[in-house]
């Protein structure tokens, strides 16, 4: 098992990035995917999730519209649209199946996302 992420970087407030998640070594397509964000000193928090039949729940506290959840099973990848981005958003973000104590042990080395003027 096998998560990889990509897309952060350093972006104005305001501004926007798409995150990436490669995964395999398991069948993406049959199993629900969720993106997690841990800002330093804070304990890692659900950002979004989508079944494997592309229903999309949101912790709206964190996202409030501006963010969208997607997935495409023939290239085995989760994504994370993120528009109108604030400064609390820095965070490392990380990809991984919700509720498992099997894929919790899998966790990929994060993407950066720093939200500054």
């Known amino acids: 098992v096998q998560f990889v992420e990509s897309g952060g970087g350093l972006v104005q407030p305001g501004g926007s990035l798409r995150l990436s998640c490669a995964a395999s070594?398991?069948?993406?397509?049959?199993?629900?995917m969720s993106w997690y964000r841990q800002a330093p000193g804070k304990e890692r928090e659900l950002v979004a999730s989508?079944?494997?039949?592309?229903?999309?729940?949101y912790n709206l506290n964190l996202v409030k519209g501006r963010f969208t959840i997607f997935r495409d099973n023939s290239k085995n990848t989760l994504y994370l649209q993120m528009n109108s981005l604030k400064p609390e958003d820095t965070a490392v973000y990380y990809c991984?199946?919700?509720?498992?104590?099997?894929?919790?042990?899998?966790w990929g080395q994060g993407t950066q996302v720093t939200v500054s003027s």
């Open positions: 989508i079944t494997s039949a592309g229903r999309i729940t």
């Open positions: 070594g398991f069948t993406f397509s049959s199993v629900a």
């Open positions: 991984n199946v919700p509720g498992s104590d099997y894929f919790r042990h899998y």
